[in-house]
Every structure is written in structure tokens, then in C-alpha cells.
């Protein structure tokens, strides 16, 4: 696309986004009272409290939220990608993933391990949909201003850090201008939300300080914060996202609010503005909100998921009724029929189990009540979740390991031709001295066949296995692959190969043509990469030790060329 037609694009694209105004705009009457007369650390904490109690969703529900989350103010079907130009449209089944597109966690999930069973994984204030190809390049990768480029899209940036960024990692990820903001301000609400997990990468976050992020991305996102002030798109969205789980991200609300955490008022007592001070009005929910929507996602038949719904209000004179009614209220349950108006008009609030456990295959509705409390009328919840026949998972087959170096690796399998949730890899530490030191998990976004580990040490082997999930259900463990100070072991022989040295190469013996086939040196190091290698092939490789693996023949063997 030219230049001209680009900077065409975005003006009628600024332009609409102006018009892309919520009814639901306002932000509720002491949403944020509880943020008053606080400063410095205690600020952050309050912060914390506050967004930490949202409705957790399922990972299967996201694209039905990015519908609302993440559409064009100019066309409702078509999806706004943050990460690429290109033109995507959301399917017309409500969770079918966009083609080309992944659920894309903007701040990397294996920042804090991976694990799924935390509410960071599908927290929607940081889960935008997302070009598969940037997202790729992007992989876990920090945020940060590029020196020299790998990858550039027009849109998204990858490449080695400027001096002073990237906290020790070779690769950055940079936004596009008009999103710097975005990013900058979806981190001070992750750095604030999710305070209390352990981070496992440091790149941006800090352990060791109540600040959570590092001096370095403190100063990159405060200038990127500054520069590209809070938009009508993230207005929108920050209201959508809040009928979706009932929380808001306060750095768009309130955009000065990262000043007296982490910038120029640092200290500071802060205090919302007017409206927001001390609630004295008639009896109101803050939430739910009207029109909420849980959506469940889609299960397998046999399973159940539950989901949190934060009941929270305000002045409340009475205790809350909580009911289920209409349609298919016999697949639904609530974990309470009241809820007390002391803890219902705490900071805290109450927060309700829902669940669904389907007995049928089918989309299920219906729809939860919450009434009484002295409100005027009552708040409805619609409660939506679709049943599909129980998965028969095929066993995946876990690939050798590429791009190993010292410090990392790219752990990879071959994808099922079935229809897979994500992939879930676990990987087990060993020691100088073969003991077990730690077991971890990981997972995928979407269907993707790789997944980059960032902490290897090349003095002890590792060893991972991958199963796929799919509705509630995981794939048996697939086979074994080894990565250790020598290399890639641990591949099992599944078509007869044998290589033959030669003068200035290795002649390859094959009883089938071999596909995908890469030689690495002995310390991981990919030397050679060829589609497709037949019989009596010669390869031509310089003087050393080398291992040659294949997708098709599943066999590490180690080849000797003088």
C-alpha cells in the first residue's frame, strides 16, 4: 500500500473513531472512590484491589468478546488489528478463531509461566486479536524501540533493542505509533492488576520492588503514555470490555493516574475527579452491569466450566436476589440465591460462582437476575454457552528442538490435523548429575506448532513433551525430546535412514524420501534446512560433527564430515 493511500486510511479511520462512542460511556458513580487520599505504594494497592475482581472467562469465549472489544468503529464485522494492516473479518460462528489471526497476550504469558489458571490468561485488557505473522515475530519478546530490523510489517516492528531498552533480551517488539499509548497503558494496568505473581521473565518486571516494572520500561512507557494520549478507540474499548468482565482499565479513565505511581507526581495523594469522591445517591449496582454477558465458551459434552461474577454496589439498603430463569436455567447454577448487602456494598463486593454443565450438545441460554438491594428495578446477566461432542484427541508428535543457543531454544511438534484449543508443552530441568530439578508448563496461543524458551542453561539437559487441549479435554503425552550441553537427543527411529560420510559432505540412504530435514552442529546450532532430501542425495557440508533429523523419519542421527 503507498503512503499516500496509508495516511488516507488512518485519517478516515481517526475520523470514525470519534463517532465510535459508547452508550455506556460514563464511568459509575464511585466506581473509583476507593482510589481517594491514597499515594505512592498504598495508590498501587488500591489499584490492584480494585481490577483484580473481574469475571475470569474462558479461553474458548474470547473471539465471541472480541466481536464487541475489537471491532471497526467503520464496520462491526471486520476486526481492528493493533499488530498488522491487513484485512480480517470475525467468522459468523460466535468462538470460530479468525483465519490468519491469533488471541494474542500482549504481555507475554510466559512472564509469569504460562499457567492457565491464572485470571492475567484471558484477562481481555491485554488480549487483543492479532496478525498470526506479527505475532509470531513478536513471540515473547519485550517492549521496546528497534535499532535493527528483522521484522517490519508497516504496523509492527521486531528487531534488536536501542541502548538502555529490551532489560537483557536480544529482541524487542515495537507498536506502531498510533499505539504506543495503547500498549503503554494496557502494562501499567497489568504491572498494577497482576502485582502479586511471580515473574518468571524479567525483561520489563521486577520482583524485587512494589513498582513491578523496571526503571528502563518505567521510562519508555511513560514517554510512549505521554506521546499518544488515550483515544476514543480505547475509550470504547474500556467500556466494552467492561459490560464483557466488569472491570476497567483506570490508566484510560484516569491517564494522570500513572504519574503518582510511577511518574513526575510520584508520592502524591491522588483523588479521582468530581462525580467520584463520596457515593451519596440512591441505591445502584456498579456490578453487573446491564447487558452483561457470561459466555461460557465452548465445552466438551461430560465437562463443566464455572465463571465469577462480581456483585459490587452502592448504598444498598437490602440484601440481593440472585436468579436463574428462562430457557435452559437447568444447565446453569449460581452459587448463591442472596447476597449480603454489607459485603455488597464493600470495596471488595461478592463474588458469585456461576456454572455450566451441559447435558446435551448444543448452544444453551438463559439468564441471571440480580434484584432487591433497594434498587429500582433489577440488573439481568445473560448467560450463554455452547456444548460439542467430546474431542478423540490424537497423540502429538513432538519435533527436535531448533535455534538452540546457549541461552534458548524453540521447542516444536507436528500439529494435529484436528481442531486444537492450544498446545500445552511440558518441560522438566535436570541437573549436572541427571537429577529432576523443576517441572514447568506452557502453552500456546491458539493452534501454533512452536513455542521459544528463553532460560536455557547449556549445562543441563531438558527434556519436553506436548499434548493438545481442545473443549475441556487433553491430547495423551506425546513422545520425548531431549535438549542437552551436546545438542538434540532423544528422537525415536521410525523410518530406516543412514547417511554415509563423504569427502566435503554425507551421502543420505533412505527407503523413502525423508521431508523437512535439518542438520544441526553438536551444540544446537541449525546448520542446514532442505524441504525434502531423496536417496543417494548428496550433501555438501563443511569439515565437522553434525546431527541430521527429519518430520518424516523422526531419527536424530549424528554424522561425522572430514
Not at 525483561?203 to 513498582?211: A, E, G, I, R, V
Amino acid at each position: 500500500m503507498k503512503k499516500s493511500t496509508l495516511i488516507a486510511f488512518y485519517t478516515v479511520m481517526l475520523a470514525l473513531a470519534f463517532t465510535w462512542q459508547s452508550a455506556d460511556a460514563d464511568v459509575p458513580s464511585g466506581y473509583y472512590s476507593s482510589l481517594n487520599g491514597k499515594s505512592g505504594q498504598a495508590l498501587k494497592n488500591a489499584v490492584h484491589d480494585l481490577a483484580i475482581k473481574h469475571t475470569v472467562h474462558s479461553y474458548s469465549s474470547l473471539w465471541g468478546y472480541f466481536r464487541d472489544t475489537d471491532h471497526m468503529p467503520s464496520d462491526a464485522s471486520r476486526v481492528w488489528d493493533m499488530y498488522s494492516d491487513k484485512t480480517y473479518y470475525f467468522t459468523s460462528n460466535g468462538y470460530g478463531s479468525t483465519s490468519g489471526m491469533n488471541r494474542e497476550h500482549s504481555l507475554p504469558k510466559s512472564w509469569w509461566g504460562g499457567l492457565t489458571n491464572v485470571a492475567a490468561y484471558t484477562d481481555l485488557n491485554h488480549l487483543y486479536p492479532s496478525d498470526a505473522d506479527a505475532n509470531t515475530a513478536k513471540l515473547n519478546w519485550p517492549l521496546g524501540e528497534v535499532s535493527t530490523v528483522s521484522f517490519n510489517n508497516g504496523v509492527s516492528r521486531v528487531g534488536t533493542p536501542k541502548a538502555g531498552q529490551g532489560g537483557g533480551a536480544s529482541t524487542v517488539f515495537e507498536p506502531d505509533d498510533r499505539y504506543k499509548g495503547d500498549f503503554a497503558r494496557t502494562y501499567f494496568y497489568m504491572a498494577a492488576c497482576y502485582q502479586d505473581l511471580v515473574w518468571k521473565y524479567t525483561f520489563m518486571l521486577s520482583n524485587s520492588t512494589w513498582l513491578t516494572l523496571n526503571q528502563w520500561s518505567i521510562d519508555l512507557l511513560l514517554r510512549w503514555a505521554r506521546q499518544d494520549p488515550v483515544s476514543d478507540k480505547e475509550k470504547a474499548r474500556n467500556d466494552a470490555v467492561y459490560r464483557c468482565q466488569n472491570n476497567r482499565n483506570p490508566f484510560i479513565d484516569n491517564p494522570e493516574l500513572m504519574e503518582y505511581i510511577w511518574g513526575d507526581r510520584a508520592g502524591d495523594v491522588f483523588n479521582v475527579g468530581a462525580g467520584q469522591e463520596t457515593y451519596q445517591g440512591d441505591p445502584e449496582l456498579i456490578v453487573p452491569t446491564q447487558g452483561t454477558q457470561l459466555d461460557f465458551g465452548q465445552i466438551g459434552l461430560g465437562k463443566s466450566v464455572s465463571l465469577k461474577l462480581y456483585v459490587k454496589g452502592l448504598g444498598l439498603t437490602h440484601n440481593l436476589s440472585i436468579t436463574i430463569y428462562r430457557d435452559d436455567a437447568e444447565m446453569f447454577t449460581s452459587s448463591v440465591s442472596q447476597v449480603d448487602r454489607a459485603i455488597a456494598n464493600s470495596d471488595d463486593g461478592y463474588p458469585v460462582i456461576v456454572t455450566y454443565t451441559p447435558t446435551a450438545v448444543g448452544t444453551h441460554r438463559s439468564r441471571l437476575v440480580v434484584s432487591d438491594g433497594g434498587l429500582v428495578g433489577s440488573v439481568g446477566v445473560e448467560l450463554k454457552g455452547t456444548c460439542l461432542p467430546a474431542p478423540n484427541l490424537a497423540t502429538v508428535k513432538a519435533l527436535p528442538a531448533l535455534e538452540v543457543t546457549d541461552t534458548t531454544y524453540l521447542a516444536t511438534w507436528q500439529p494435529l490435523s484436528q481442531e486444537v484449543d492450544y498446545y500445552v508443552v511440558n518441560r522438566t530441568i535436570y541437573d549436572e548429575n541427571n537429577n529432576k530439578i523443576s517441572t514447568e508448563t506452557f502453552t500456546t496461543d491458539d493452534g501454533t506448532e512452536n513455542i521459544i524458551l528463553l532460560d536455557r542453561n547449556s549445562t543441563q539437559a531438558q527434556t519436553y513433551i506436548v499434548q493438545a487441549y481442545r473443549l475441556g479435554y487433553m491430547s495423551p503425552e506425546s513422545n520425548t525430546i531431549t535438549v542437552d550441553a551436546s545438542g538434540i537427543t532423544g528422537v525415536m527411529a521410525e523410518l530406516p535412514m543412514a547417511l554415509l560420510s563423504a569427502p566435503g559432505g554425507v551421502i543420505v540412504k533412505c527407503g523413502t524420501s525423508l521431508t523437512d530435514v535439518s542438520i544441526y552442529t553438536m551444540t544446537g546450532q541449525l546448520m542446514r534446512h532442505l524441504p525434502r532430501v531423496d536417496n543417494d542425495m548428496f550433501i555438501a557440508l563443511p569439515p565437522g560433527v553434525y546431527v541430521l533429523t527429519s518430520r518424516s523419519a523422526h531419527r536424530a542421527t549424528k554424522l561425522i564430515v572430514w
